[in-house]
């Protein structure tokens, strides 16, 4: 039960860190955000957790932008497109794609899974007593 806790837990911490980032900067967000931004962020700690010994920083910050633009292409899909839902419509915007991203949004994503990588090693450091973080930028 507790890895699941754990779990839960960081589902929940990334989902409702970056809703509140959406709020601040759009105005609004909704809940499907949540979801995919709570999936992203257990993504990008377990990169970071697999693979933080093997690989850069930096290359872990675009191995989460990545999995963020593609996890966001693959709901705004279902959401919008399948569903009908229009949650959000990126094709007025230069170089979207289908309307679901674009990348002046995508860009974004960058300086968020940065702060995803440091802020889910500072939690699991801090509440569940893993090991403390450690870097190599290149």
């Known amino acids: 039960m507790g890895i699941f ?11 409702s860190f970056y809703v509140t980032l959406e709020v601040f900067y759009r105005g609004y967000s909704h809940w499907t955000m949540f979801l995919l931004s709570g999936g992203v962020f257990l993504a990008i700690g377990w990169i970071n957790q697999r693979l933080r010994r093997d690989i850069p920083f930096l290359l872990q910050i675009a191995l989460g932008t990545a999995m963020a633009v593609g996890g966001e292409f693959f709901t705004g ?30 860009v974004i994503w960058i300086p968020v899974s940065a702060l995803a990588i440091v802020v889910d090693d500072l939690i699991r ?11 190599r930028l290149l």
């Open 77 to 106: 899909c279902v959401v919008n497109l399948l569903l009908g839902w229009n949650v959000w419509d990126y094709s007025q915007m230069w170089g979207n794609v289908l309307g679901q991203i674009c990348p002046r949004f995508a």
């Open 5 to 15: 806790l754990k779990y839960l837990f960081l589902f929940w911490f990334g989902g």
């Open 125 to 135: 450091w801090r509440f569940f007593h893993e090991p403390a973080p450690r870097y």
